[in-house]
């Protein structure tokens, strides 16, 4: 064959080829044109492959969802069931048995004190009952001679003056006598003591013993602390952000010390002031017998926040991908080439508090939630094969 021919049928195969490859560039271009692109928040999925994903939808709830709030406080009684004892004019103690943990009774003897001052008060004040009865009788007998015009005007006066004062004298002393525990009404010369006791203003235990046998007392002396526990509280310590998250009769679980057990109370007052370090108090009563809470203990509490009717789903429905929060909502069914497909986009919310295994959320605007079809089972599962870009859907 001529070289001339050669050059010839090289040229014509040539020609065959590029048209060939026109044809086949133009074919794919075509497909690619009729391919579905699909959008990086829409996950695809068949019928199969959602049987085995365990995929369930649901609606969007209302549900009242609480919150919680921990804090730190420390357990408080009263004022009216702590009690300070000491001797309201002093003296020597003569006798003390009790030690700090001790329990008594409303009514059972503390202390005895000894003080030659309670000897001069009785002293004082029968002389003085003595003395006044002498001058009531006196000041009637005046009186009755004054209206006979027996009696001067004068002396009446002057007889008054005395009954009154010896009057106000008796009164005076009685009150100094029930001040150390004497009863007036029973003194009499043949019972006047040089010591006198000291009471238990109330059932509870002892918290502190200051004094012993001998010991010298003066009346700003605290010989003993008396604590009830019949009625406990907390005093609870709060951020200023949660002032708006707690309100009276709010209920309060706590535990003390390492225990796992749960005590409740019941809030009863809030702090009406801030303090410089941007904490406010809050007052709880103790509702339920706790028999080893002890005045003074620390205590981890959590204060159940005010519950509100919220969006909320079930906690598995929210999954975290890329530090944000998504569910996935039922987009459309489609068919491809005979097979069947379902759609599920990706849609990011907020999350709120979580309670009972429901978790607030807050929706996109304009979302529907009471059309809106959540994936509530198997979120993770198209989580994943959205991250797997096909390892799962199609």
Known sequence: MSKKNIIIIMMFLSFILIIGACKNGAKNNKEAENKEVIPENIVEMRDDQIKLADIQLSSIELRSLSGTIKVNGLVA????????????????????SLIPGNTVKKGQ???????????DIQQNYLEAKNKLEFAENDYKRHND???????????????????????????SLTQKLALIGINAASLNEDNISREVKLYSPFDGFIKTVNVNIGKYVTPSD??????????????L????????????????????NNETEQHDAVITQTGKAINP???????????????????GMYVNAIIEATSNKVSAL??????????????????????????AFSEYRM???????????????????????????????????????????GDMAC
């Open 237 to 256: 310590t709060l951020f200023e952000k949660d002032a708006d998250k707690v309100e009276i009769a709010q209920k309060i679980k706590f535990m003390i």
């Open 347 to 389: 849609v990011e919310v907020q999350k709120g508090v979580s309670e009972n295994g429901y978790t607030a959320i807050i929706l996109p605007k304009g979302m529907d939630m009471n059309t809106t079809k959540v994936v509530i089972k198997g979120a993770y599962n198209l989580l994943s094969a959205k991250k797997n870009a």
């Open 145 to 171: 001679l004054y209206k006979n015009n027996v009696y001067s005007q004068q002396n009446v006066q002057q007889v008054t003056t005395d009954y009154k004062n010896l009057k106000a004298q008796v009164k």
């Open 277 to 295: 370090d941007k904490t406010f108090k809050v007052y709880a009563n103790v509702t339920d017998e706790c028999m080893n809470i002890i005045p």
């Open 109 to 119: 003897v503390v202390a005895i004190i000894e003080n030659q001052e309670f000897i």
């Open 222 to 235: 605290a010989m003993f602390e008396i604590v009830n526990t019949s009625h406990l509280f907390l005093e």
């Open 314 to 339: 079930p906690s598995e429905a929210i999954v975290s991908f890329d530090d944000k929060d998504y569910i996935f909502v039922f987009e459309k069914n489609k068919t491809e080439d005979g097979r």
């Open 77 to 96: 009684v009263p004022p009216q069931n702590f009690a300070t004892i000491s001797a309201p004019m002093g003296g020597f103690v003569r006798s003390c």
